[in-house]
């Protein structure tokens, strides 16, 4: 069975930080991303990496946020510094499927085949 859990959200003011996680099971998977979703806006994919470690980011977040891992823990995560109010959504972690990262060259974009429950970021100013 498949679980992606994340946890570490929570409200902070503008200019903190916060470190959301996402201990995942039952999964091997090569691309992992960190997703946004704020009421009444589309969902952003914010970081996506590989098992290599190669990253990526949305314009929205590069240079204050950081996408990490532990393969041995089987842990995704995201560090996320000098928030910003429109940083304040729901943050969900989710897997691509295993073929994505070679057929596209990349882990950001596609589908996404498995998902958190997701955990909440608010920024207040």
């Known amino acids: 069975q498949v679980q992606l859990v994340e946890s570490g959200g929570g409200s902070v003011q503008a200019g903190g930080s916060l470190r959301v996680s996402c201990a995942t099971s039952g999964y091997t998977y090569t691309c992992m991303s960190w997703f946004r979703q704020a009421p009444r806006k589309e969902r952003e994919e914010v970081a996506a990496?590989?098992?290599?470690?190669?990253?990526s980011y949305a314009v929205s977040v590069e240079g204050r946020f950081t996408i990490s891992q532990d393969i041995t823990k089987n842990i995704l995560y995201l560090q996320m510094n000098s928030l910003k109010p429109e940083d304040t959504a729901m943050y969900y972690c989710a897997a691509k499927p295993l073929g994505w990262a070679a057929a596209s060259g990349r882990c950001s974009g596609g589908e996404s085949n498995y998902w958190g429950q997701g955990t909440q970021v608010t920024v207040s100013s």
């Open positions: 990496i590989d098992t290599a470690g190669m990253f």
